[in-house]
């Protein structure tokens, strides 16, 4: 068996983090389990009783792998995380965010944002030793066992896609994507990418389109918010199963990478 634990994780301990876990077993890559924050992977609501405002955290690399691997019944291979990671604090751009900008932006508008040393600053830091100190180095070149990497949702949706550019998926830029749109019928636009995305991913993961059900016109902005998390986290898990299957590279240097698929 193989695995991935896929983090969408927030720049500050105030914001939930999505966590998705998929594993094949020879046959194919599957769905194992998906939730919009830390709380909700390592203690699941009772049904019918769903978690909706999920809460920020600070992420125990340690309890996350022990619940992780419950689940599985063996050991995680990879954690790929979104967000900013290297080998020594960082405190400005990387050759790593540099490499991404100059492929993915322009007019593909999936450069990465900026990291500073207060964003995600500490958090970053104590994300990557905390995975170290279980046996999850970060990995800068292709893992040759246990390892942590970085990945990034926005260039490997248009890997996934095929697409010419940025996919208009996240909640906060309605009015941004479609200015022209009144509000309801740009929400109505968003839920169609997302199940464009969902599709994407379920002919390569098993189960997504079960666990991540569209949320409907009428769910409150944090609902929706919730439901994003939990999808770049599904995005997350599926580069990291792409780096297992040789099909990803690595954009940096020695201090820090991320990896994206190639599906060509």
Known sequence: MRSVLGIDAAWTEREPSGIALISDDGSDWRLIDVAASYGAFLEPAPDGNP????RGSIPNAAIIIDAASAKLGAPVDIVAVDMPLAMTPIIDRRTSDNMISKVYGGTKQAGTHSPNEMRPG?????????????GYPLSVSMPTGRALIEVYPHPALIELAGAVK?????????AKYWKDVVP??????????WSQIIG?????IQGVTTALPLPSLAARGF???????????????????CVLDGRAKAYGDATS????????
């Open 184 to 193: 309801g019928a740009r929400r109505e636009k968003l839920l169609e990418v």
């Open 51 to 54: 978690i909706v405002r999920h």
């Open 223 to 241: 609902e929706m918010k919730a439901f994003e998390d939990a999808l770049d986290a599904v995005v997350c898990a599926w580069v990291g199963a």
């Open 200 to 204: 994407l991913l379920d002919a390569r």
């Open 122 to 134: 500490k958090l970053s830091d104590e994300l990557r030793m905390g995975f170290a100190r279980v």
């Open 166 to 174: 940025r996919l208009p998926y996240k909640h906060s830029k309605l």
């Open 257 to 264: 990478a991320i990896w994206v698929p190639e599906l060509i």
